[in-house]
């Protein structure tokens, strides 16, 4: 991060916490403290957001770290019609946001924010992405979408 921010001219902020925590009370707790307020402070600010793009169920790693999904997260976004995330603000096929309880307990990025971002960039690829790429691009998440060749071919061909 700190040397992408150098190579584009910018400042690079760190955020001392994870990204989604067990409790409220442990977001609050957070909320109050001034490296997490100096980082949250400034994403009204951003003139870029690089994203990744995360598919439903998220991968193995992501979901065997124990860190972040709980059964009970993954079957309320699987109820709710969730196919993907960015920034962990999940959404539907249609790219319309979904809210979760899990969403609560998220220390980032909020959608209005993600969506005030003039350049919102999306990396992603591969057939298990397909349905989360395509349902980003149609949710107007990203203005720009890095991926592979195959994805890319694939996405061109939907009506």
Known sequence: TERLAQLAKAEAIFMLAPGVVATLAAKRALLTDPSCRQ????????SAL???IGPIPPSRMLRESGNVFTEQDLADLSA????????????????????TAFDERV????????????RRIGVA??????????AALR???????????DTARRLLAEP
């Open 80 to 99: 709710a019609g969730a196919v993907g995330d960015v920034c962990m603000r999940f959404y539907d096929a249609m790219g319309r946001p979904v809210k």
């Open 125 to 134: 690829g591969g057939r298990h992405k397909f349905e989360a790429i395509r």
């Open 107 to 118: 220390l980032g990025i909020g959608v209005e924010q993600i969506r005030r971002t003039r």
């Open 50 to 52: 690089l994203m990744g």
């Open 39 to 46: 980082a949250l402070e400034r994403f009204d600010d951003l």
């Open 139 to 149: 949710g107007g998440w990203l203005s720009t979408l890095i991926t592979d060749l």
